[in-house]
């Protein structure tokens, strides 16, 4: 079993996911908000790579039941109902609903691995459960960080470490790459106030300066749920 | 003063690099072999992002005075008369020399930094010397690790890392990104001991199996010389 690591999307092209089994981390915010929503009883995420992609497949197509959400750069897009917080994902607007969801990176990276043969998104909120599983599957592994715009994430980064850390058990006999070490030094140096973390990176600073602290409460929860999101057929749905 | 690290030149275009002042790192094994050949009387090294690229401006423009330099994916390239190894640039062979250059990720990373207002290339060879330039400087640095196909490489995060803590002193007041961050962890976790370092990395190790071994020592050496080279006008030279 080997596990490797991506720091960026930008750092492979959509046919590098062909048949594996792949992991994408988005923790500010998209793989938390996804987390959130399926948690509260959406029936599916459609993740897009466009604003304008967005746009074009809400118009009607799911009968009343679609929402758009996502943001561009931390901000809520004109015109769709939903940003990217959890905290605005809750029961009683997402339950049985649809939602279409653009974000700068992390939509962008799930759309980018669709040729996946296996598709889940993971954060703290789900660490264990989504290890839990890995381990049972027993396949190769990529984690692919959505990073910031190109650039390494360290949040990202950290939560993959975490991850690769939770499977490379005794039992296991894991082939590490040059990433997957470098992820799990990163866990190691930067693990044990995750809050702290997600409030110094690149990224936190800017929702902190952009209004969005209390998100960071949200995506540094460790474990919170045992939702497995699951891409298939161009949706996401909770892996049953 | 700001620091940014890039670990792979697929994080960025061409023109990202514009104005910048950027430092090039391939321990293994382009920058160490550029240092080397400078240091050993070379004239130049002008590196290229294509082979065809150097067949083609090798063809008797330098006036006899030219060498064909590099590897691709370790090997050396059919018809050019040095590999990439550190100890075939040898005074002897080198001396008063312009060298045309390839490497797979080194001097392709240098041919997409080539817009910079300042292009510098480092190794553990030259380590303090170019900190030792760079506090002078004073400039926004950009620190680009050719990385391996893509893919991160450990041994160019580490040196990034060295780099960056050296740097980092306290009379200078540095912003570090999320990146220079994780270059710096990475360079406190791994640098203790450089040979074992680079043997046990994924370029170290093919290397090993292409029968290049002896070449991780040379790389590994810190602060072996104080040759800065410098990129204008299309050549590398030595920062005089």
Chains 1, 2 share one sequence.
Not at 99 to 125: D, E, H, P, Q
Not at 140 to 169: K, Q
Request: charged content about 20%; overall charge negative; aromatic content about 8%.
């Amino acid at each position: 079993m080997k596990i490797d690591v991506l720091f960026s999307p930008v750092q492979s092209d959509e046919l590098y996911f062909t048949g594996k089994t792949t992991v994408v981390i988005d923790v500010l915010r998209a793989s938390s908000t996804i987390i959130t929503a399926l948690m509260n009883g959406a029936k599916e995420i459609i993740p897009v790579g466009t604003v304008e992609f967005a746009v074009k497949i809400s118009g009607g197509i799911f009968g009343g039941q679609t929402l758009l959400g996502g943001e561009r750069n931390t901000i809520k897009i004109e015109g769709f109902a939903l940003g990217n917080s959890p905290s605005e994902y809750t029961k009683d607007i997402v339950s049985g609903k649809s939602i279409v969801f653009y974000s700068t990176n992390g939509s962008r990276a799930i759309v980018k691995a669709k040729y996946s043969a296996n598709l889940f998104i993971c954060s703290f909120n789900n660490l264990k459960a989504m290890a839990d599983h890995l381990k049972k599957l027993n396949e190769d592994i990529v984690i692919l960080c959505s990073g910031n715009n190109s650039f390494l994430s360290l949040e990202d980064s950290v939560c993959a470490g975490m991850l690769v850390n939770e499977i490379n058990t005794e039992d296991k006999a894991i082939v590490l790459t040059d990433s997957s070490k470098a992820a799990i030094t990163l866990f190691n140096s930067f693990s044990k106030n995750i809050l702290k973390l997600l409030s110094e990176t690149d990224h936190g600073q800017l929702l902190i300066t952009n209004g969005f602290e209390s998100d960071l409460k949200t995506c540094a929860e460790l474990d919170s749920t045992e939702v497995i999101p699951y891409y298939s057929g161009n949706a996401i749905k909770v892996l049953k």
